[in-house]
């Protein structure tokens, strides 16, 4: 490895020694970028890197509130406002049991590379808490929202710091975080908030967004590569509003979607998903995956194993990161897997993501396939700015060209440094060229 870049990854690993995923994140990127660094030895004398890999702000916070039986809790709060290089700090926000500070720089720091891809003006940012909405009643859960964005207020806006919902933040959570804040700063700030209900200045598509756009990244990968969806069957992690909408997606496409999970086991119909069947089980009666049996008896529910056991020929991680490790990517390319593509932030591990790439499998990097909904929400502030709103079919549209150019981005990137069609790379070059660009020109701040 170029001595700058090893350099700077040991001190990385020595300061963050207690921070394995933002540790992981960051060896990714490094270990890819090598030849663009070959290329521009003023980036030691100004630490380019090292700037880039610090968080430009971290904030924790305390976040008390009182449960339905009485009783108060505490929970922590974080947002990391990781780089405002190319806009506003830009990401989501994560409510579950396993945040903390490694998660939520980790994610802050892939937010950077995938809000640069969508060449939209937005920066990186992530936060979140370890509050899990999970078995929570709605009053509990808006008690948890409004003691949250009581603190989150003072660090956001948006010109400044935009949030959006991940995991465990849906729309009923960004309901309660945007009445909040709207109650507290006494103004109507439509563009705060991302991922908001129709009704209050929300966008058409933007649910459908991340996992649509993992299709069409899919798609336009298959096709440069002489290949399609069409028949293909498709394994999906998940069941949340990625894998519900990559799925949607995918059928349309002519794919043959066999297997869904939640956390607690995955469904496998060989006749292939009933998506609505899904919808009502996830999205209106937020009940487990088994239910699926009720309707479909003759599929098969499996707890306590892999769904990358399941014999496909596209695999797309969907639920969260590092759920798809070495041993799952030995299986699937055993079964014939010929495309992954990573609807999650960071799904696979780094060796697994090394293993498809040595056995030639196409990989479609998260910070560039799932980079659709962070797009959209996008959209939204634009049409918050406007007081207007966009159809279903323009957003789409637009999401379908910028998922178009963003793999033409990273495909361009690989080709130049020939790197064939290895899009992890190529993603990864095509951002730090236009962040590395913006930090030589904002001068040393």
Known sequence: MNSYLEKVLNEIREKNINEPEFIQAVEEVLTTIEPVVNKHNEYEKI??????????RLITFRVPYVKDDGQTVVHRGYRVQFSSLIGPYKGGLRFHPSVNQSIMKFLGFEQIFKNALTGLPIGGGKGGSDFDP????????????????TELQRHIGQDIDVPAGDIGVGEREIGYLFGQYKRIKDTYEGGVLTGKGLSYGGSLARKEATGYGLIYFMREM???NNNSL??????????????????????????????MCDSKGYIYDKNGIDLDCI???????RERIYKYKDKHP????????????????????CATQNELNLNDAQILVSNGVIAVGEGANMPCTKDATEYFLANGILVAPAKAANAGGVATSAIEMSQNS????????????????????????????????????????????????????????????
């Open 47 to 56: 630490a380019l890197i090292e700037r880039m890999t610090e968080p430009e």
């Open 134 to 149: 999970k078995g929570k009643s709605d009053n509990e859960i808006m008690r948890f929202c409004q003691s949250f964005m």
């Open 222 to 224: 298959l096709n440069a």
């Open 230 to 259: 069409e028949g293909k069957t498709v394994v999906i992690s998940g069941a949340g509003n990625v894998a519900i909408y990559a799925c949607q997606k995918a059928q349309q496409y002519g794919a043959k979607v066999i297997a």
């Open 279 to 285: 919808k009502q089980i996830k999205e209106i009666d």
């Open 298 to 317: 003759e599929a098969e529910y499996v707890e306590n194993s892999s769904i990358w056991n399941i014999k496909c020929d596209i695999a797309l991680p």
């Open 386 to 445: 406007m007081r207007y709103y966009m159809t279903f079919d323009e957003v789409n549209q637009k999401l379908d060209n910028i998922m178009v150019n963003i793999f033409n981005s990273c495909k361009n990137a690989a080709e130049e440094y020939n790197l064939g069609n290895n899009y992890v790379a190529g993603a990864n070059i095509a951002a730090f060229r236009k962040l590395a660009k913006a930090m030589k020109a904002q001068g040393i701040v």
